[in-house]
């Protein structure tokens, strides 16, 4: 098996390295990583600077190497399968991330993101995150890896397939072990409390704002934003296609002849 494996919190970070050395021996392991933490980056891609490639010895991992890339996290899957591999992967995986991505924040991840690259490219991919502990201490990343590798063996045995996206989540794991493992659909509820703009400073016409902390997810029930916090592993596989295919039926339905226009 060729696994390509990225992330959005940078090629030093533990998570990355933790799941590479827990999927090692199902085959190559190709680490292609931004070179700096991109969190939130969703799947931007870079048009206008040029993406610098770096050879990089992972941190805790002698003699395995990757490669950082000066972008985004979609950037390093898109340019790992286009130039940088010598063959396709057979499997893309991104993370572990340090966080979670359930609910509506899976918009904003670069994690998923950089799954749903390969996933856009044809190729299986898998999403890895783990909750960050509730008094902001890091996460069990050598814990979480243990399980991301159990979930992908039953994922591998079932057989994924050409284009198959799967967002997984591990919660704390620093204060209980997970309750068991919840197949679920994604919350797609809003923020409990308003997240909030802080202003920071001001200077004669300018004025800078930064995200406030207290962000979080409502919770929605059967979903993975519920399930996570009840302790659950969640498994939410994910579509590309964005079609609300209730709205697309009815809204085909509609007259679309526009007044005063023509079509050809
Ligand atoms: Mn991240």
Redesign the pocket.
């Known amino acids: 098996m060729r696994i390509l494996l990225s992330?959005?919190?940078g090629i030093l970070?533990p998570g990355l390295c933790r799941l590479a050395a827990a999927v090692r021996d199902l085959g190559t392991v190709s680490v292609v990583a931004p070179d700096s933490?991109?969190?939130?980056s969703a799947h931007a891609i870079t048009l206008l600077e040029p993406l610098v490639v770096r050879t990089v010895e992972l941190p805790d991992m002698e003699g395995v190497l990757g490669q950082s890339v000066s972008g985004r996290p979609a950037d390093c899957v898109r340019l790992a399968i286009r130039n940088l591999l010598d063959q396709p992967p057979t499997l893309v995986l991104s993370g572990i991330?340090?966080?979670a991505?359930i609910g509506i924040n899976i918009f904003y991840?670069?994690?998923v993101a950089a799954a749903a690259e390969g996933a856009m490219l044809g190729f299986p991919a898998v999403a890895f995150?783990v909750e960050i502990p509730s008094d902001g201490s890091e996460p069990d990343y050598g814990r979480a890896a243990c399980y991301c590798r159990r979930i992908l063996d039953i994922l591998l045995a079932d057989g994924l397939t050409r284009g198959d996206l799967v967002n997984v989540n591990i919660p704390d794991l620093t204060r209980r072990q997970p309750r068991g493992v919840r197949v679920t659909p994604q919350s797609t509820a809003g923020v409990e409390v308003e997240d909030e703009y802080i202003l920071q400073a001001r200077s004669g016409q300018e004025r800078s704002y930064r995200i406030g902390d207290k962000y979080e997810l409502r919770h929605q029930d059967h979903t993975d934003v519920a399930y996570l916090a009840e302790g659950y592993i969640t498994i939410t596989p994910l579509h590309i296609d964005m079609t609300n295919h209730d709205r697309l039926a009815s809204l085909a339905h509609k007259d679309w002849t526009l007044d005063g226009h023509d079509f050809a």
């Open positions: 992330n959005d919190d970070a933490p991109q969190s939130a991330n340090r966080g991505n991840s670069g994690t995150s």
